[in-house]
Each structure stands twice: as structure tokens, then as C-alpha cells.
């Protein structure tokens, strides 16, 4: 066994840095516990994995075990209980740390007879800090006999069943985690009836919860009701919610006491969300808008998994007059944002359509807004003309926009038959440019849209009035016309070509 005195002759490494021949006799306990807190995995956040990353440290000698132990809360020392743990021996054998339940990782096969060892760990319910349970019904309800009680330690509950039905796996009516933080659930239908429970019962306020996500919006769980819950939370900064199967009926919404597309007043204020993220239709997202107020979100994913022309009920209303029917409460809740502005954007036709803004240049990544239509879905000339006016709608103050990269996508997902009045629509949503980033193809099209023929002449040249610059990636087009028109109308443009590396994915 290394002691502390052997200690100073070994080389540390943290966080993949080595310092040779470092003399730890030198470094007091205060400081110990900071370096140590710089290296530390985050084992409460729910998109860990959780590690024991304090071994190799608790092994180094005596003195760096007496601080790790002594800390456990502050460097968030625990003990991970997983299927291929022998939990009664790490228990028995290890100090009373608290406890991380992670069971069911996606892509290994935990046997079901392994939840025997679960129901060991949650005997000790005042030290568990985590429970994170992916598994069939049976199984869950299996270990939902365990989780009865309080459990004052919980901060992070994830619980996801992976059966196609779960109509008895729920929790207890008696589980409670008055300190609880992040909360995931696949569907509701994991939560006793509200009245009984102790969790989200209607009755008491969940201050501590600052994450909630939700897997799978079930009927049971119209906009009004999911919204009464979100009001149980209000300190909540994230919320995420990702349909796996669209289920919500507007009918339903009408039973519960209002209709999409009308506009109603806002009873729930999130004040401290930050950051939404929806996957699913849109008549449910538009209903829960007008059920809530976010004033300080920061970052916006929205992906409509409809098939957005589908929206449209008459295809002889104009296409204005069809997005602001459908759309009448969402576009206040993205403006009363007022943070939701950004000076960079993207414009991509890839697995779909997509707007993408944020504050730093857009390349491949995401950003803090983000709007997606028609996933896995190819692109008509109708559903882009749509899409622009509905962007028009929810797009946050494109007028910020700088700087706008148009990245086009796989010619069997993408109609080349769009005019050039869609392009000049698209491009008025972001009228305030000063730099246009265009990839490959698009470089062909936009070059035909930009040109100023005789009858679309005094078009082109109000188009992008503040247009300095066109970056092309992939391509040699010059724009020779329209830079010509614009230099004899005093508003000069140049073209340069791009890093060839920057979209190397385009």
C-alpha cells in the first residue's frame, strides 16, 4: 500500500495533464478537494453515465482517501450500483456512500433476474441519489415494490419502460423525493393516479426540480393538464419533451377546455426556463403554448414530426392565411423571449427543412434556436413555400441575422423545380445580412434566382440591401450578374471562395 510520504514521488495526472514529480506533502486539504472537484464526473446529471471515477485517486494513499471520503457530497464521491455489480458485497465492504441505481443502459441485455440485486441497494432509500430504471414493464413494476416512501437523498429519477404498453407498471403511491432535481419519465402512465400520489400530485410544489423530460405524450395528458404539472415547477430551467408516437387528438383538447389555433390567456409563467425542446405535432405544442410564458428561454428546438403540408385542412386558402390560423399562440411565446435573438442562421434542406440560429457562425452544429419540418421526408415545392411563411411566423427576429449559410441536402430528398420567388422569400426573412454563406448546388440556384432579368430587375436589387459578401463552399460560381447590377446601383458585393474543410459534410 502507497502512503502519503511515497506519494510526492509519483507523477499526477489530472484531467489528462501531468505534472512530474509533484510534492503533494506541500498541498493542503483545501486544495486538495479543488483539484480533485476540477476532475469529478457529474454524476447527478442525467446525461451522464455515471462513473466511479474516485478509484484510481482513494488508491493513491491513505491521506487522498481520508479527503475524498470526507467530501462526499461536495466532490460527488458515490457508489454506482449497476446489473453487472455484486451490490451485496460493494455495500458490505465499502464506507456508507450515497448511491447511484443505473440499470438498463441502452445496448446491453441486463438480464431481468439481475433487478434482485436493485431491490438490495434500495434498502438503503437515505443514501440513494440516483435511480435510473430502463426496462420492461414487468421488471419495473417488479422493482416499484422497493420505491415506497421517502427518499430524501433522490436528485436525479429517469425511468423509462421499454414495453410497447405499460398500464401497471407505477410507482407507489406512497414514493416521494422532496429533493428531487432532474426528472425523466418515457410517459405518464409510470406515475400513480394524481390524487393518490405523492409526486406531482396537484397539491404540493416541486421547487427543487430544475430539468423535466417527457418521452411519449399519451392521451391522457392533453396540453391543459401536462401544463397544470409544469406549474408544480417553478424553478424549472429544461424541459424536453420528444413524442414517440403522436397520440394527441385536438378533439381531446376541446373535452379539456380549449381549442388549438385559439388564443387564451397564459395561467402558468415559467419564469426561470431556459431552454425547450419539442419533438412531435403541431397542434399539441401550439396548445401547450398557450397555456405557458417562458420570458428568459435561451435556447428553442422545435421538430414538427407532421407532415407539415397535412396542416394546411384547405388547399385553396392561401398559404399566409394557413400559417397564422394554425400558428396563433406560439409566435408570442418565441417574441416575449427576448433573449431568442441571434446573429448568425442557417437554412438547411437535409433530412427535411430546417432554420437554424444562434450567436457564434453555424456550421454543422446545432444551435440555441433551432425549427425543423418534415424529417425524413422529401422536400415539394409547396411544403417550402409553407415552411417559409410559417418561419416568417415563428423564426425570433431574423432581422438580427448577420450572417445566413444555405447548406443544401441529398437531390432525392430536395424538389429542383422550386422558383426563384421561393428563394427571394426565403432570403427576405433574413433581410439584414451582411454576409451569405452558400454550399455546393445551392450556389447553382441562387446564382439563377440573383440574376436580374428585365422583368424581376428592381426585385433583385432591393433584395439583401445590406449584402456585402457571398462565401461560396464547392463551387465557382461568381454571381457575375447580380455583382454587376449591384456595383452599377452603388452596393457593391464580392465573391470569395470558403475553406474547403469548413463543410466538409455538405
Known amino acids: ?21 509533484t510534492t503533494t506533502m506541500n498541498i493542503n486539504d483545501d486544495l486538495l478537494v479543488e483539484i480533485f472537484d476540477a476532475y469529478r464526473v457529474d454524476n447527478i446529471n442525467p446525461s451522464t453515465y455515471p ?59 441486463d438480464s431481468e433476474g439481475s433487478v434482485k440485486n436493485i431491490h438490495v441497494a434500495l434498502q438503503h432509500y437515505d443514501r440513494v441519489c440516483r435511480i435510473t430504471l430502463r426496462m420492461p414493464e414487468s421488471s419495473l413494476r417488479d422493482v416499484f415494490k422497493s420505491m415506497k416512501g421517502d427518499f430524501p437523498m433522490l436528485e436525479t429519477l429517469q425511468l423509462h419502460c421499454t414495453s410497447v404498453n405499460n398500464s401497471h407498471g407505477k410507482l407507489s403511491s406512497t414514493f416521494g ?35 423535466f423530460s417527457l418521452g411519449e405524450i399519451t392521451p391522457d395528458l392533453p396540453p391543459k393538464r401536462l401544463a397544470e404539472y409544469l406549474s408544480l ?34 395561467p402558468t409563467l415559467l419564469a426561470g426556463l431556459e431552454e425547450l425542446q419539442y419533438q412531435g405535432g403541431t397542434n399539441y405544442l401550439e396548445g401547450l403554448a398557450a ?43 418565441i417574441t416575449e423571449a427576448w433573449d431568442l435573438k441571434f446573429h448568425f442562421a442557417r ?18 452544429g446545432r444551435g440555441a434556436f433551432e425549427l425543423r419540418f418534415n424529417p425524413g421526408r422529401s422536400v415539394s415545392e409547396h411544403d417550402v413555400k409553407l415552411m417559409v411563411e410559417i418561419c416568417r411566423l415563428l423564426a425570433p427576429m ?64 432591393t433584395l439583401l440591401p445590406k449584402l456585402q459578401e457571398i462565401v461560396r463552399y464547392g463551387s465557382d460560381k461568381e454571381f457575375a450578374a447580380f455583382v454587376e447590377a449591384r456595383r452599377v446601383a452603388g452596393s457593391p458585393v464580392r465573391v470569395v471562395s470558403g475553406p474547403k474543410n469548413r463543410l466538409s459534410v455538405v
Open 51 to 109: 462513473r466511479n471515477w474516485w478509484y484510481k485517486f482513494a488508491h493513491v494513499c491513505q491521506r487522498w482517501r481520508r479527503v475524498l471520503f470526507a467530501s462526499p457530497g461536495r466532490l460527488g464521491v458515490t457508489l454506482v450500483c449497476n446489473s453487472r455489480t455484486p451490490v451485496g458485497d460493494l455495500l458490505a465492504n465499502s464506507p456508507p456512500l450515497p448511491l447511484i441505481i443505473y440499470w438498463g443502459n441502452p445496448g446491453t441485455l
Open 347 to 364: 437554412v438547411r434542406y437535409r433530412d427535411g427543412f430546417s432554420i437554424v440560429m444562434d450567436h457564434n457562425e453555424l456550421w454543422t
Open 398 to 461: 431574423p432581422s438580427t441575422v448577420q450572417s445566413l449559410l444555405l447548406e443544401d441536402g441529398e437531390s432525392s430528398n430536395f424538389d429542383p423545380k422550386i422558383d426563384r420567388k421561393m428563394w427571394h422569400d426565403l432570403l427576405r426573412l433574413f433581410n439584414n445580412i451582411g454576409t451569405l454563406r452558400v454550399a455546393r448546388r445551392f450556389a447553382d440556384d441562387l446564382d439563377r434566382s440573383l440574376q436580374p432579368d428585365d422583368e424581376g430587375r428592381a426585385t433583385v436589387l
Open 291 to 333: 397555456l405557458i410564458g417562458a420570458p428568459s428561454l435561451k435556447k428553442l428546438s422545435i421538430t414538427f414530426t407532421n407532415y407539415i403540408s397535412a396542416v394546411i385542412s384547405n388547399p385553396t386558402t392561401p398559404l399566409h392565411s394557413s400559417a397564422t390560423t394554425v400558428f396563433q399562440n406560439l409566435p408570442t411565446l
Open 233 to 266: 415547477m417553478p424553478n424549472l430551467k429544461v424541459l424536453k419533451i420528444g413524442i414517440l408516437s403522436l397520440t394527441y387528438s385536438p378533439v381531446r383538447e376541446r373535452d379539456n377546455g380549449n381549442q388549438p389555433g385559439q388564443q387564451v390567456s397564459r
Open 177 to 211: 423525493a422532496p429533493n428531487l432535481r432532474h426528472l425523466q419519465l418515457s410517459d405518464f402512465t409510470l406515475l400513480p393516479p394524481r390524487p393518490l400520489s405523492r409526486l406531482l400530485n396537484g397539491d404540493t410544489s416541486y421547487p427543487s426540480i430544475v430539468t
Open 1 to 21: 500500500m502507497t502512503n502519503h510520504k511515497d506519494a510526492h514521488h509519483k507523477a499526477i495526472s489530472i484531467g489528462g495533464h501531468i505534472a512530474q514529480r
